[in-house]
């Protein structure tokens, strides 16, 4: 055994207790130990092994802001644009009234819910055609959301950048919105993708959303295989996964059986009706945090052993 081997083992086990952000009143678990498993796995497995699924609206913006205003999701970005022909508006109004519901239907078994969602989806879709529309106006409207972002949201991502931890931005809402959100709040790094529905166009006019329709159901990495991102980040077996919604907690699904993944949900509305369902669902429950406090502490963990182990790296010098 040599001398730097030994060092890494005297490095010891990370608890639970030593590690602030996991013990505030608001951070609940179920099961502790499970995750204390799961943060010695990843830090042990190192950066390289590591990937970041998640969720935008709500998730990557905030539940509730500072100010008390209300933050637009990437659909509503898109609906609050100035030249949208007024009929688009009150269809899609319909739209949402109709199928919001049964979207959110605790009783409707998902098989059922799914061709509802298609349904929405294509529906949609088809209201968004026929008529010119310009990326500016999006860019225009995204630009008052990019400091509703989570609190040290630039740092979590900077770390990311840093550590060369592939990002996934999971999003069944409007891509074109959730980039524009991103690009100015200049987190768009390279070593992040979105995957979601984009407008589509067609002889200069809208002509809906570009393939594969992501939508509530189908927002997990089996819609990936195949795809690019799929062959970059299949290896990656050390996994988070962030959302605020219990179908967010699947968007792993599809690597493979294996694998490490810590699920982090964040909890704001109706947290009494909800907290047993969240706090089967994801290994973490922040209940209204509205910060990136907890994954960056599980990075910040990563990092530190990281760098014992290549001090040369130990600056940024990488
Ligand atoms: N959602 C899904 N669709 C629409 C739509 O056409 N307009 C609006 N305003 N909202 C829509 O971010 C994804 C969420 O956006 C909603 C087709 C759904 O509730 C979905 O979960
Ligand atoms: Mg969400």
Redesign the pocket.
Known sequence: VDSSRSQEDSLGYVHIQDVPALNQEHCKMLDPQRVERIINEFVCGGPERMQLVSD??YTITKQRTDDGLPVL????IF?ECKSLPPVFKTE?DK??HK??PI?IDPHMPKAEKIQYMIE??TK?GELTSGFPFDQSEIDQMASKFKHALRDRTHELFETLLRLQIPVLVF???LGNSVVSVLRQANIMYPNVKVISNFLQYRDGLLAGFQEPMI??FNKNETVLSGSEYYDLVHTRDHIIVMGD?LGDADMAAGVPASSHIMKIGFLFDHVEANMDKYMNTFDIVLVDDQTMDVPRALLALIEQRHQLRHPHLANGSS
């Open positions: 935008f609206d999701s990437s659909f509503g609906n899609t739209l949402f199928y919001r979207e929405w989806w949609s999003s069944a809402g939508h509530t919604s």
